[in-house]
């Protein structure tokens, strides 16, 4: 493990870390309440090389791992195992980065109920990280979600016409700072097939290390 914090921020997010080879099914408290939006986060797993971590509801530990003896068909049927079959399953590439890219700050930090912002900026009960442009719309935004007092993940968004001028980047790793600043570490997740999140991720010093994240819980 490179950084403490992220030892820490994982088996606190979890409930365990880390594992020997292969996949260990384990129960968490934290998965039957609500997480940083208010919404559930029923099943989260991270894999670091040939040992994933899956966390679930205690209830829906047995039932999991017996689940997790035919690993084919593990993803499609993970949501109705911890009683959602409705829910999704995402598949991501979990970054994470102790030495953001010095990239010159961009973004300023304001209140998530300020006036123009998009509705998933709105979703944040703390300070969200804007820019703006000079008659004060809304160009590209970074909210942080505190998971654990260890592990805050960032995520980031850019308005279509807003694109290509490195506002991502710049604010992902002015936003890193500032948690790592407050003692945690940041993370980053992105769908392995969103090459422009991971584009954004890489120049702003979360590089890909070959980690996974997969679970049910909203988008």
Do not use: C
């Not at 490179?2 to 880390?18: I, M, N």
């Not at 995402?90 to 300020?114: I, K, Y």
């Not at 998933?120 to 442009?133: A, E, H, I, M, T």
């Not at 590209?140 to 490195?166: C, N, Q, S, W, Y």
């Amino acid at each position: 493990m490179r950084d403490r914090r992220l030892h820490l921020h994982l088996a606190t997010w979890l409930g365990q870390w880390p594992a020997a080879a292969g996949l260990h099914v384990v129960g968490s408290w934290r998965r039957s309440r609500p997480a940083w939006d208010g919404r559930l986060r029923p099943a989260i797993a991270v894999t670091a090389g040939a040992s994933t971590v899956l966390s679930v509801p205690p209830d829906r530990v047995a039932a999991v791992r017996e689940l997790a003896r035919r690993p084919d068909r593990l993803l499609p049927a993970l949501p109705a195992a911890v009683g959602l079959a409705g829910w999704a399953v995402h598949d991501d590439v979990f970054r994470w980065s102790v030495a953001p890219a010095p990239l010159p700050d961009v973004g300023e930090w304001v209140p998530p109920t300020t006036v123009g912002l998009p509705a998933w900026l709105r979703l944040f009960d703390r300070p969200v990280l804007v820019v703006r442009d000079d008659r004060g719309r809304y160009q590209a935004g970074v909210g942080i979600k505190m998971h654990d007092r260890f592990g805050h993940e960032l995520a980031v968004g850019t308005v279509p016409a807003a694109r290509g001028r490195g506002l991502a980047r710049r604010l992902v790793a002015q936003a890193a700072r500032r948690v790592l600043d407050d003692g945690a570490v940041p993370t980053y997740l992105h769908d392995r097939g969103n090459t422009a999140s991971a584009r954004v991720a890489e120049a702003a010093g979360f590089a890909d290390r070959g980690w996974r994240s997969f679970g049910v819980y909203p988008s």
